[in-house]
């Protein structure tokens, strides 16, 4: 797949979804957000970037604690996210500022980034090594790179599981790559030390964190119906169709549901270098 259609993706399809899920997401993904809300306060920088910051929820928790002291900025590829993000701003009166650009090529300012975060924004570069490289080179010499990302989709058995179950009834879903861009493209330590290295980056960290999130049962069919492969499929299909897939998809999920609530373990990487 290429950045173009990366970019297609996320101002079309997958971006309407996170739009129409924010407050859903948000929630689910909230423990990553405190630990990048912590590892910045604990560096107090002056110039943030937040990379693939999506609807804002993290740039603008940022923006929060960081107060006057720091300039929070998001960069995202997608429109509507980020008209979402910069809403959100608007009525929280957040000096956050939002670019709408690709981080992988933007000219951004030279070495003016003290700190650049990144919540499960990385993993779609067409050229990982070149969006490094160009971050790298946005930030100061002694800037801290702090980035959350999946790790592989094996140990992610709650994101793969509507998939798996579908397969019978959906043949010709896109097989997970995970060199390519996408979700788990950073699921190998390996691969995401490389590129780290050949984009300049020095003193790679890349430490395996099990993050336990959780949505209330109540929301499972609208997570499953707008987000991931089959969430895309489900979003053009029609009734009866749909209905089908849910009902084929729906008890793979059982094991996941406690109480009211679903919960789940994020198997994911707290990337640090420098
Ligand atoms: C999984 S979402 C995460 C969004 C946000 N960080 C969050 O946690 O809610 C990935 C984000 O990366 C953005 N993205 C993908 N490719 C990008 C690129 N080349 N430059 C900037 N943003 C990109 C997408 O538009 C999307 O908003």
Known sequence: MTSSEQEQLWNGPSGQAWVASQALLDQVLAPF?????EAAAARSPRRLLDVGCGTGSTT???ARRLGTSARCVGIDISEPMLALATA???????RAEFVRADAQTHAFEPATMDMVVSRFGVMF???PVAAFANLRRASTGDAALRLIAWRNAAEN???TAAERAAAPLLPELPTRNPDGPGQFAFGSATRVHAILEASGWTGADVRPIDVECAFPASEL?????????VGRVL???DEATRARIMQT???????YIRGADVRFVAASWMISAG
């Open 33 to 37: 957000e405190t630990l990048l809300v």
């Open 249 to 255: 998809i729906r008890p793979a999920f059982d094991p």
């Open 221 to 229: 069919d609208a997570y499953l119906t707008r987000l991931g492969p």
């Open 60 to 62: 603008l928790a940022l």
């Open 88 to 94: 959100r701003a608007q009525r929280e009166g957040s």
């Open 157 to 159: 058995p709650f994101m």
């Open 235 to 237: 979003q053009d299909a």
């Open 125 to 127: 570069f067409d050229d």
